[in-house]
């Protein structure tokens, strides 16, 4: 089993910037494929970004145009989220979520939250204008 926890969040003017980190239990960080999903107060969940478990391919939401960049470090079983030139839509409840993959596996396709096996608490971000 795999323990998530979020951390990172907070409370920031628009256009500044936050980095997201997730941190993970247990030995097989580096078979999971991560992902970042966030909410909005009255919204469903959405996709942000993921990655495969070395790192080597990414996958972002549409909307990030470049001001998201999810990476991770499987020596300290971390995944980030670096969000930049934050805007006050960025608000909400932001999830990191790990699926069971393989090291070598290329793909990064993982938008939907029902694909993922274990999620964390949240880390509230929340962007004033």
């Known amino acids: 089993q795999v323990q998530l926890v979020e951390s990172g969040g907070g409370l920031v003017q628009a256009g500044g910037s936050l980095r997201l980190s997730c941190a993970a239990s247990?030995?097989?960080?580096?078979?999971?494929?991560m992902g970042w999903f966030r909410q909005a107060p009255g919204k469903e969940r959405e996709f942000v970004a993921s990655i495969t478990a070395s790192g080597g391919s990414l996958s972002y939401a549409a909307f990030v145009k470049g001001r998201f960049t999810i990476s991770r470090d499987n020596a300290k079983n971390t995944v980030f989220l670096q969000i930049n030139s934050l805007k006050p839509e960025d608000t909400g409840v932001y999830y990191c979520?790990?699926?069971?993959?393989?090291?070598?596996?290329?793909?990064?396709?993982?938008?939907?939250?029902?694909?993922?096996?274990?999620w964390g608490q949240g880390t509230q971000v929340t962007v004033s204008s």
């Open positions: 247990g030995r097989t960080f580096s078979s999971y494929a």
């Open positions: 979520a790990a699926v069971r993959s393989t090291y070598s596996s290329r793909s990064a396709a993982y938008p939907r939250a029902s694909q993922y096996d274990y």
